[in-house]
């Protein structure tokens, strides 16, 4: 299980706390932009995938819209070209919500028969030639699922990217945090950013449980601390879960930070 861990983190819930300062994109994009630099992270893109009605599935054709492109000129319009209708990334993206880097499944994939996945392999070897040719040796891609079908992904790459497992985890925190501001600002939801920032949604023992998650405890760990059993403590934060609407604890506790639920 993915866990937070202050060290860690400590820029990223900064650039979570801050988040709502920003009411505009670009100044946003700017910050999002430094902060990848310090990874080696020199290009990236915000993008949503929908499917109204339902969540996407595995084999759906898609369109995705392009929120941020800090990618290389020509880039995109080079994997649309090669995929007419949606490539494997994008497939990536909608059937989980964990975060993959590229040299990673290209890793995998090695790994694997010769005859196995053949359209996978194809794809990759497409993918990956598009992006060597715009010096882009290797990446990041952050899946961003929400109710109602809606799946937003930010991508970021360089030419020799850091991307240990530490560094990954912050870097989910700040994709996350900057997707979904960056969706907030482009619906132009005035009304309703503002209605959340004025009520509390949480119980008390819920924000506890979740200020214990941004630590980096587990449910055990809360259970002990708190005098309540595990399970007690997994109800809670799942309940945090649905009312903030998200999917998974490190949305959680971004969302909870910037709607002024916990402080840290």
Known sequence: MLLLT??????AIEFAAKIGDFD??????????????????SAFVCSGFLRKGRAPEKDDPLEYDVLV?????????????EFKETDI????????NKPFVWSDVWSDLAKRNEDEASDLRESLKTIGSIAYDHNLRDGICVPVHHSGGYVGAVGMAGHSPELPNECRVVLRVLAITYHDRV???????????AKEKRQSVLSPRERECVKWVADG??????????GISPSTAH???????????V??????VVKAIRLGEIEL
């Open 6 to 11: 202050p060290d860690a983190l400590n820029e």
């Open 217 to 226: 405890k587990t449910d055990s760990d809360m259970g002990e601390i708190l």
């Open 89 to 96: 990334t994008s497939q990536q993206l909608i059937s989980s």
């Open 24 to 41: 505009d994109v670009c100044a946003l994009t700017d910050e999002f932009e430094g902060r990848l630099e310090t990874f080696g992270l």
């Open 183 to 193: 969706l907030e600002l482009a619906t132009e939801d005035e009304g309703m950013r």
């Open 69 to 81: 492109n800090k990618l290389p000129d020509g880039f995109i319009e080079s994997i649309r070209r």
């Open 247 to 252: 999917p998974t604890r490190v949305q959680l």
């Open 235 to 245: 109800f809670h934060v799942e309940n945090a879960k649905k009312k903030l609407n």
